[in-house]
T-cell receptor, first 109, second 115 residues
Framework: AQRVTQPEKLLSVFKGAPVELKCNYSYSGSPELFWYVQYSRQRLQLLLRHISRESIKGFTADLNKGETSFHLKKPFAQEEDSAMYYCALSGSRDDKIIFGKGTRLHILP | DTGVSQDPRHKITKRGQNVTFRCDPI?????LYWYRQTLGQGPEFLTYFQNEAQLEKSRLLSDRFSAERPKGSFSTLEIQRTEQGDSAMYLCASSLAMGAPYGYTFGSGTRLTVV
């Protein structure tokens, strides 16, 4: 069964400290992995996807197929990073995206 | 084109009433998706269309729910005989065909409250 697990509901990090949001997945195949972000009072938006291997707003994520993980990282947290973050996957043949329950990131001043 | 539009933004209805939501996708996107999000949960897939064809429906979509996309443009989601458990944010998203690997564009959602 397809599943995305985000073990932390809330993560509080001081400004300037490193950030790591954990994501583990279950999928029998080669999924596409994503991170979506929702800032306060804004719509859900794509932050990054593993196929493009890009860095957006200083965030990166590496797909680890052995550990079935796709953790989101940023070396130095900024206050504007406070938001709800969702890890998500879709199968290469199946179009729908499955989301995790999300982690609220709170950057402390 | 300002992105994916959803109407209304908020809907309060009495239990047992029918409600209908509308979604206008990005004009060149031929795939349209409906999701539901409740407090503390991530978005849960309900159904999706490619053009006017409804290609998949989740088991979450009971017989009281129906979605249409009659001309392959806007879509409607109707809930009949609403129940308190239907209270949620209903999200619409669109993408190009085979767009999942490139992500979806979401609307702002319609928040339904059943009293």
């Amino acid at each position: 069964a397809q599943r995305v697990t985000q073990p932390e509901k809330l993560l509080s990090v001081f400004k300037g400290a490193p950030v790591e949001l954990k994501c583990n997945y279950s999928y029998s195949g080669s999924p596409e992995l994503f991170w979506y972000v929702q800032y306060s009072r804004q719509r859900l938006q794509l932050l990054l996807r593993h196929i493009s291997r890009e860095s957006i707003k200083g965030f990166t994520a590496d797909l680890n197929k052995g550990e079935t993980s796709f953790h989101l990282k940023k070396p130095f947290a900024q206050e504007e990073d406070s938001a709800m973050y969702y890890c998500a996957l879709s199968g290469s043949r199946d179009d729908k995206i499955i989301f995790g329950k999300g982690t609220r990131l709170h950057i402390l001043p | 084109d300002t992105g994916v539009s959803q109407d209304p933004r908020h809907k309060i209805t009495k239990r047992g009433q029918n409600v209908t939501f509308r979604c206008d996708p990005i004009s060149e996107h031929n795939r349209l998706y409906w999701y539901r999000q409740t407090l503390g949960q991530g978005p849960e897939f309900l159904t999706y269309f490619q053009n006017e064809a409804q290609l998949e429906k989740s088991r979450l979509l009971s017989d009281r729910f129906s979605a249409e996309r009659p001309k392959g443009s806007f879509s409607t989601l109707e809930i009949q005989r609403t129940e308190q458990g239907d209270s949620a944010m209903y999200l619409c998203a669109s993408s190009l065909a085979m767009g999942a690997p490139y992500g979806y564009t979401f609307g702002s959602g319609t928040r339904l409250t059943v009293v």
